[in-house]
């Protein structure tokens, strides 16, 4: 079986029901046990019944979207759909199911590693005042230089750069509407993302002493199998700059284009993505030439062929942050 490259989804994925046609495979199972273990909240529940509002904020989201990611990857690979030497990638928080796929954490320690940074952006968020915006059709070039017109370079940053026709910024949410709105004025129309807090900018530097601690704590390994990250958009070299990466990378932009750009000049044209509902294969086809020629597919496409699995809902795309 030729590799893929496999992603993992991040906020902005969530749907009530989710997961709910991955809790067959014993380790699909262990993952949901784990995942309400070390959070302290019913995850299966929350992720199947709602309500939708507390499943979208940041504390709830991102334990959920990370125990569906892993749930649907473990299903995946009893049913051996997926070949051994697949490369590994996740946006924002899928990062930590890509980490635990290469080897790099165990379970136990992806779920310590996620709930802490989820109470630790929802602290933040509620101390702050921020919001974030997808930039449609626009490059991170183009924004940035909208920005620092403006004379807001530090206030606004750019949170995601998703692919070269979408980029994500984030700031404090009076300040950020007004870029918003410019951009809007300049034909580069903009969307607010349904989110609580403005990930990945300085306004979550506050949790970075607490988290960093947490996260020196862990016994991270060096991968096992091919993954690059969102800080770097490269292979870590060691496990102490693994560590690096996942702290820093609440305050600094997710450079999810050059990974994928990357991946794609490395003739890697075959992209799976995991999580609840597809967000990231539309960003792939962006990337040029390369991009719109590679093969997406959802891990519910695989998954609604096996024997077991009840018909996955409709999935509609939605923007990454």
């Given at each position: 079986?030729?590799?893929?490259?496999?992603?993992?989804?991040?906020?902005?994925?969530?749907?009530?029901?989710m997961?709910?046609?991955?809790?067959?495979?014993a380790?699909?199972k262990?993952v949901?046990?784990c995942a309400?273990?070390?959070s302290?909240?019913d995850?299966?529940?929350?992720?199947?019944?709602?309500?939708?509002?507390?499943?979208s904020e940041?504390?709830?989201?991102?334990?959920?979207?990370?125990a569906v990611?892993?749930a649907?990857?473990?299903?995946?690979?009893a049913s051996?759909?997926?070949?051994?030497?697949?490369?590994?990638?996740?946006?924002?928080?899928?990062?930590?199911?890509?980490?635990?796929a290469?080897?790099?954490?165990?379970?136990e320690q992806?779920f310590?590693?996620?709930?802490?940074r989820?109470?630790?952006?929802?602290?933040?968020?509620e101390?702050?005042?921020g919001a974030?915006?997808?930039?449609k059709?626009?490059?991170i070039?183009?924004v940035n230089?909208?920005?620092?017109a403006?004379?807001?370079?530090?206030?606004?940053?750019?949170?995601?750069?998703?692919?070269?026709l979408?980029?994500?910024?984030?700031?404090?949410s009076?300040?950020?509407?007004?870029?918003?709105?410019?951009?809007?004025?300049?034909?580069?129309?903009?969307?607010?993302?349904?989110?609580?807090?403005a990930?990945?900018?300085?306004?979550?530097?506050?949790m970075?002493?607490?988290?960093?601690?947490?996260l020196?704590?862990?016994?991270i390994?060096?991968?096992?199998?091919?993954?690059?990250?969102?800080?770097s958009?490269?292979?870590?070299?060691?496990?102490?700059?693994?560590?690096?990466n996942?702290?820093?990378?609440?305050?600094?932009?997710v450079?999810?284009?050059?990974t994928?750009?990357?991946?794609?000049q490395?003739?890697?044209?075959?992209?799976l993505?995991?999580?609840?509902r597809?967000?990231l294969c539309?960003?792939?086809?962006d990337?040029g030439?390369?991009?719109?020629?590679?093969?997406t597919?959802h891990?519910?496409q695989?998954l609604?062929?096996?024997?077991s699995?009840?018909?996955?809902?409709?999935?509609?795309?939605?923007p990454?942050?």
């Amino acid at each position: 079986m030729d590799s893929w490259v496999v992603m993992f989804t991040g906020q902005g994925a969530q749907r009530v029901g989710m997961g709910s046609d991955v809790d067959e495979a014993a380790k699909s199972k262990a993952v949901w046990d784990c995942a309400c273990d070390i959070s302290g909240f019913d995850v299966r529940r929350m992720c199947w019944k709602g309500p939708m509002g507390k499943l979208s904020e940041t504390r709830y989201q991102q334990v959920a979207v990370t125990a569906v990611n892993l749930a649907s990857y473990y299903a995946l690979k009893a049913s051996r759909l997926l070949p051994e030497d697949s490369v590994f990638i996740g946006h924002s928080v899928g990062e930590y199911s890509a980490l635990h796929a290469s080897g790099a954490l165990d379970l136990e320690q992806t779920f310590k590693a996620v709930n802490a940074r989820a109470i630790g952006m929802q602290t933040q968020a509620e101390q702050t005042k921020g919001a974030m915006y997808a930039v449609k059709g626009g490059s991170i070039v183009q924004v940035n230089d909208v920005i620092d017109a403006m004379g807001l370079h530090g206030q606004v940053v750019i949170a995601n750069d998703n692919s070269p026709l979408q980029v994500v910024i984030a700031g404090n949410s009076g300040i950020v509407k007004q870029v918003g709105a410019e951009l809007s004025g300049r034909r580069l129309p903009t969307v607010r993302l349904a989110v609580n807090g403005a990930w990945h900018s300085p306004l979550m530097a506050g949790m970075l002493p607490e988290y960093g601690s947490l996260l020196r704590s862990l016994d991270i390994r060096m991968p096992s199998s091919q993954i690059l990250m969102n800080r770097s958009a490269q292979e870590p070299l060691s496990p102490q700059e693994i560590r690096d990466n996942l702290t820093y990378h609440v305050v600094e932009t997710v450079r999810w284009r050059e990974t994928v750009e990357k991946l794609l000049q490395r003739n890697k044209a075959r992209f799976l993505e995991v999580g609840p509902r597809k967000v990231l294969c539309a960003l792939v086809s962006d990337c040029g030439s390369l991009g719109s020629q590679a093969q997406t597919t959802h891990c519910s496409q695989m998954l609604r062929s096996l024997p077991s699995h009840l018909p996955a809902p409709r999935l509609q795309e939605a923007p990454a942050c």
